[in-house]
């Protein structure tokens, strides 16, 4: 399926609808038109981060929309942020989102992990890895390579086929002014996907997203109500839905502290997790930082040395950024340093 027609959605953070970012937005842009793409913002995104925090009901309005609209093919996340569990009453309370959902491609990451979640419950496979803001609209030079490449399969396909390591990694940007347009951050050479125990082959659906929203689910540190609300909603899928899954799992640009990371991988021990899921795929931190820590962490933390544990992969908040298909059968094989999807 060849992708001509994507709506932007800000299902978290309104930030796309500030002044100050219209520099990038004109970039970001510039090159879907260049893809030949038709690109539609939903009513709301352009909103900003003020009116988009108060209103929840109209962020749901326009995933909605997005869905019912049969011109549309592909829903594009503009960025992530923090509160899009505030959806959830919006979208399931009378079945909305259920009745609305439709076959399209939707991409998105980092807090969106929340929305993948909301439509897995609904059936719907989606892609995790990019979004508007951070990737389309990367100031450098160009779009960073390694991104691009999954970026075009998924226009030019509507699906991911097979993902391999980048040979680079990119630091953090510090520093995001108009100013900036055109350079780039230090590139250091990439060690590829790394095996921390257990068999190299392995077989499943992929779900998971970013570990410190799924913290958030089982932890009401930075919104009381997100627990409750998350388990009135049944968010996080029963451990038999986990069966013979792999877990995706990938930190943010908080760069969570090693206690942190500790206690969100107890979070999913204690739901049983580890028991039942096939693998798991663990996205490279920001900047590397911490990366020793949470590599030991995840062995003795999960305590299952037959489970194949992956650390590395060019997925999430770190630079550059792969896709993954989650609810397609996937094999990951670090001997051949790849995971292939059949789609």
Known sequence: MKIRNIAIVSLSSGIIGEPFVQFEVEIGLRRLREYGLHVRFMPHAHMGMEYIKNHPEKRAEDLL????????DMILCAIGGDDTY???PYLF????????????V?????????NHLMLHKVGLPTFYGQAFLPDLCEIGPEMLPYTRKYFEELITTGHISKITPSDLWYEERQAFSEDQVGTSTPAHENTGFELLQGPAVFHGKILGGCIDTLYDIFNGERYEDMPDLCQKYHLFPDVEDWRGRILLLESSE????PEKYRQSLEYLKELGLFDVISGVL??????ETYMEEYKQLLVEVIDQPDLPIVFNVNI????PRCIIPFG???TVDVEKQSTSFRN
């Open 106 to 114: 939707f991409l998105g990451f980092s807090d969106t992990t929340i």
């Open 254 to 257: 908080e760069k969570p502290a």
């Open 328 to 330: 397609v059968d996937a």
């Open 65 to 72: 929309a997005a869905f019912r609209d049969p011109e549309i």
């Open 282 to 287: 663990v996205g490279k931190p920001m900047d």
């Open 93 to 104: 309370d009378h079945d909305e989102l259920a009745k609305a959902v439709s076959n399209k």
């Open 86 to 88: 505030r959806l959830l």
């Open 316 to 319: 999430g908040h770190a630079m």
